[in-house]
């Protein structure tokens, strides 16, 4: 079965920048909607953004105009470009994906989560 694989993160100072990856860790049949969520610590997981497998994008008030969705197809890698971090933006970042794999079926995956600490 498919699992997915974050990378980036880190510590940063606010105003600075992050990307992070998230990629399917074999071959698959489809990967229909990516989305990241975010969960600081105390508080709910809350969304993030989510891109569809053609590429529109859609995000939480808070992030738009500051973060970044995009994917890769030919890799099976989905992108979160985050600017202008602020310390709110402190949390775990997961990554999940719809996925269809053929002789497993339809499913959602979940990444390993991420750390992203924003200091003032």
């Known amino acids: 079965q498919a699992q997915l694989v974050q990378s980036g993160g880190g510590l940063v100072q606010a105003g600075e920048s992050l990307r992070l990856s998230c990629a399917v860790s074999e071959s698959v049949f489809r990967v229909n909607a990516m989305r990241w969520f975010r969960q600081a610590p105390g508080k709910q997981r809350e969304f993030v953004a989510s891109i569809t497998s053609s590429g529109k994008s859609t995000y939480a008030d808070s992030v738009k105009g500051r973060f970044t969705i995009s994917r890769d197809n030919t890799k099976n890698t989905m992108y979160l470009q985050m600017d202008r971090l602020q310390p709110g933006d402190t949390a775990v970042y997961s990554c999940?994906?719809?996925?269809?794999?053929?002789?497993?079926?339809?499913?959602?995956?979940w990444g390993q989560g991420t750390q992203v600490t924003v200091s003032s």
């Open positions: 999940t994906a719809h996925i269809v794999q053929e002789g497993v079926g339809t499913f959602d995956a």
